[in-house]
């Protein structure tokens, strides 16, 4: 078994060991080839609770052997299968997405450069057929690489970390053969003897028949996958270099784009951007997306959690969740001083506006999402005191500056506000009268007059010229 390790001179790797074959056979070969090319070696353990004492023996035996070779261990443990059902997600998603907090948080703790996986050939190889048979476009077929992971932290944020594989271009026999020669210690997952998933039905019944009729088939499916992943990164540049996708509020749009193949990745990419994980993502979906931009506008498409929608010159697509805020809970309004609701809208006294703009143009307009802002001056004292900032509800109705009362919906439609957007703009609300559609326009109940005394203003993005 022969790993490519120079470049990776002079870094700091943790690898992630399972205790099994393929992770153990990993940490032996970078520990013995450590000196040699500068490398400093950690590593971190995950146990997700799933098999009862065997997952604690096996984080029992990586411990051990992490303490007789001297490398350095982060460990966690938490009840996988528990916590994914308390939150609706599936078990191996749940525990996938926990496996990276846990490398994340290993790699910050241990000072590491990266994050090793133990991931081979056949592993790419079963990845490329599962993807392909599962009706997956080109993307799903380049297999496993080298790659960066995003992971949430605090305050809505995001950290991006490097994932190597140094034994990708080994072969399963290879590892084998290795741990033999080598007598690397390691236990044995079960769970991988069984037939029971279906990438362990891939290992163990379709690659062996298919290296049966034809030898050297994982070798030539990485080949293979290998090359799918340069057309990938070409179109990646044709994406960037054509401004094909944009950040948009409550989502991501994407340019009209007749060549199918460019628009597809595109697609790609901003769901990507939406939903890291897209492993349900099929060739049907990229189709139905390609043909949003023939539909009529306002014709949308729903799918994996997340609706497309045609608008325009452009498709937007949002998750789901992000589209109807009805349900989130009215916060009282004050009219006196400055109240700050979310990332939706900001209201301040007209004598501290300028000061709060500059603050806002400073920051990039990050509590905006936006670049396009729009100022709404009103009368304070107009504002009931049972008055709240809220969402969109069935029969809202307002009355337009200068006169002239209508259902909140129908109003919207005469503005041409996008669909996706009317649950997310933030209302002042007095019961079902809407006072303040914030980044739009004031009602006529609440505008300045030769009166006023209390002029206060709102900072909201410019739903109507987005």
């Not at 060739?283 to 608008?311: D, I, M, S, T």
């Not at 009215?330 to 609701?341: D, E, R, T």
């Not at 009317?422 to 004031?442: F, N």
Request: hydrophobic content about 40%.
């Amino acid at each position: 078994m022969k790993v490519e390790l120079d470049k990776y001179r002079g870094k700091k790797i943790c690898v992630a060991v399972s205790g099994g074959r393929d992770s153990m056979a990993l940490l032996h070969y970078m520990r013995v080839n450590a000196e040699a090319f500068g490398i400093t070696l950690c590593a971190v353990n995950c146990d997700h609770m799933l098999r009862g004492k065997a997952s604690e023996s096996d984080s029992r035996f990586v411990k051990d052997i992490c303490e007789k070779w001297k490398i350095p261990l982060d460990f966690y443990k938490t009840d996988c299968a528990a916590l994914s059902k308390k939150t609706g997600v599936g078990v191996e998603a749940y525990a996938r997405e926990w496996r990276r907090e846990c490398y994340f948080n290993a790699k910050i703790r241990l000072g590491a450069d990266a994050v090793a996986t133990a991931h081979h050939m056949n592993d790419n190889a079963e990845t490329v057929l599962f993807n392909l048979a599962r009706g997956s476009g080109l993307a799903g077929v380049t297999g496993i690489t080298d790659s960066k992971i995003t992971v949430p932290v605090e305050e809505g944020g995001k950290v991006v970390f490097d994932v190597i594989r140094p034994l990708i271009e080994c072969t399963r026999a290879e590892i084998d053969c290795y741990i033999a020669e080598n007598k690397v210690p390691f236990v044995e997952d079960e769970t991988n003897g069984g037939d029971d998933y279906t990438r362990n039905y891939i290992r163990h019944n379709v690659i062996p028949q298919l290296e049966k009729a034809v030898p050297s088939a994982v070798i030539a499916i990485y080949r293979f996958s290998r090359l799918a992943a340069e057309d990938e990164r070409f179109f990646d540049g044709l994406i960037t270099e054509k401004n094909l996708i944009a950040p948009a509020i409550c989502g991501i749009e994407i340019r009209f784009c007749k060549e199918k193949p460019l628009f597809t990745r595109a697609a790609i990419k901003a769901i990507k951007l939406l939903k890291e994980d897209i492993k349900d993502y099929t060739l049907g979906h990229a189709e139905r997306l390609y043909a949003l931009q023939f539909a009529q506008n306002g014709k949308k498409f729903e799918f994996l959690k997340l609706v497309a929608f045609a608008e325009g010159d452009k498709i937007v697509i949002c998750r789901a969740d992000m589209l109807d805020l009805s349900h989130a809970a009215p916060v009282p309004f004050n009219g006196f001083g400055n109240n700050y609701f979310g990332q939706y809208a900001e209201f301040c006294s007209a004598g501290g506006l300028e000061e709060r703009l500059n603050f806002l143009r400073d920051s990039c307009l990050d509590i905006l999402k936006t670049d396009k802002i729009k100022t709404l001056k009103f009368d304070g004292k107009k504002i009931p005191h049972n008055a709240v900032i809220r969402f969109m509800r069935t029969g809202d109705k307002f009355t337009k500056f200068g006169g002239g009362t209508k259902n909140l919906s129908d109003y919207f439609t005469d503005k041409k506000i996008p669909v996706r957007l009317r649950g997310v703009i933030p209302l002042v609300a007095a019961g079902s009268e809407i006072l303040i559609v914030c980044g739009v326009e004031i009602s006529d109940k609440v505008r300045l007059t030769d009166e006023t005394k209390a002029v206060r203003c709102v900072i909201c993005a410019d739903y109507s010229h987005l």
